[in-house]
């Protein structure tokens, strides 16, 4: 059974970090991309970023130069270190992850409430 487990999350004022982490265990298999996506009240779903196999990593313009993705293929888990907080960052934010075969995983949403 396939677990992908969220941490991280929390209540930080702006200009503060946050590191969100997201484990994948059981039989996934081998993972091509993993990524994050984040969702805002009364706002859709969106990628914030994404980071291949390959270490190839895609980013939304709003959180350039402020977020960095990155993976452990021996842990199996992605980070998103989140630096310069913006009150337009809160949201849940959702771990996804993309096996190389089978079905694509969601994560269970982790809270982050940025305070001006």
């Known amino acids: 059974q396939v677990q992908l487990v969220e941490s991280g999350g929390g209540l930080v004022q702006a200009g503060r970090s946050l590191r969100l982490s997201c484990a994948a265990s059981g039989s996934i298999g081998y993972i091509n991309t993993m990524g994050w996506y984040r969702q805002a009240p009364g706002k859709q779903r969106e990628l914030v970023a994404r980071i291949t196999s390959g270490e190839s990593t895609t980013y939304a313009d709003s959180v350039k130069g402020r977020f960095t993705i990155s993976r452990d293929n021996v842990k199996n888990t992605v980070y998103l270190q989140m630096n310069s907080l913006k009150p337009e960052d809160t949201a849940v934010y959702y771990c996804?992850?993309?096996?190389?075969?089978?079905?694509?995983?969601w994560g269970q949403g982790t809270q982050v409430t940025v305070s001006s």
């Open positions: 996804n992850v993309i096996p190389w075969v089978g079905t694509v995983y």
